[in-house]
């Protein structure tokens, strides 16, 4: 997986393709903790998990990309990532679910989903996480 070059960027071909379409801080986010992961527990599904945690601290997915996200919501971005590993708790698959259902209708209006005036908060992390699925598949 991800290994930072000489300059301290990752290679991008060696990233997932949602995170190489992301911007260079993002890039570097997830290289440097997948690679202290890979460290400490080896290559793998924990390593990489791992990196996707450190990310959701600081970024959240919108469409085929990560984003930055604002100061006062920086943490983490649903039950799963606060709970850590062993948690049973659900993923929200990068959306950040804790955010204000203002952010959320901002970012359905952005990804187009229909009928996002009459959702429940839940109903839109729901959709924005289907229409994340969706884009990254095109």
Request: no cysteine; aromatic share 4%.
């Amino acid at each position: 997986m991800p290994k930072l070059k000489k300059g301290g960027e990752p290679r991008k071909s060696e990233l997932p393709s949602t995170i190489a379409r992301s911007d260079k801080h993002a890039q570097r986010t997830f290289a440097k903790a997948h690679d202290a992961a890979a460290d400490e527990y080896g290559e793998g599904r924990r390593a990489h998990q791992t990196a996707y945690s450190a990310l959701k601290h600081s970024y959240e997915k919108v469409g085929d990309h990560w984003e930055r996200k604002s100061k006062g919501s920086r943490g983490p971005s649903d039950a799963q990532a606060a709970g850590g590993r062993g948690t049973r708790k659900k993923t929200a698959g990068g959306v950040d679910a804790n955010a204000s259902k203002e952010h959320l209708m901002d970012i359905a209006r952005r990804l187009d989903i229909r009928g996002r005036s009459t959702m429940k908060k839940s109903e839109l992390v729901s959709a924005i996480q289907k229409a994340n699925e969706r884009s990254r598949r095109s």
